[in-house]
Nanobody
Framework: VQLQASGGGLVQAGGSLRLSCAAS????????MGWYRQAPGKQRELVAT???????NYADFVKGRFTISSDNAKNTVFLQMNSLKPEDTAVYYC????????WGQGTQVTVSS
């Protein structure tokens, strides 16, 4: 499985960004896809996940602000991020979980105050 993340950038606090993660390869093996983030000096943490059947899970710190969705026809998962805060600044990674786990290359999100 190969994962290509995109959509990061620089935005002011209160703004929005939409991340995309396109999967290719052995996509039939994917059971869950998710977004994680890693801020400088901190551990990588879960942001949101979505299963093949559409079950969604969010970290408490993004509930009500971020929305994960998927377009199965395009093998793509999205993360709509609204009401962004400076503390959301991080490299965002997508991950697929199935028989094996795979990570995308990461996309930088910077939120200025």
């Amino acid at each position: 499985v190969q994962l290509q993340a995109s959509g990061g950038g620089l935005v002011q606090a209160g703004g929005s960004l939409r991340l995309s993660c396109a999967a290719s390869g052995s996509i039939f093996s994917i059971l869950v896809m998710g977004w994680y983030r890693q801020a400088p000096g901190k551990q990588r943490e879960l942001v949101a996940t979505i299963t093949r059947s559409g079950i969604i899970n969010y970290a408490d710190f993004v509930k009500g602000r971020f929305t994960i969705s998927s377009d199965n026809a395009k093998n793509t998962v999205f993360l709509q991020m609204n009401s962004l805060k400076p503390e959301d600044t991080a490299v965002y990674y997508c991950k697929s979980v199935g028989r094996y786990s795979y990570w995308g290359q990461g996309t930088q999100v910077t939120v200025s105050s």
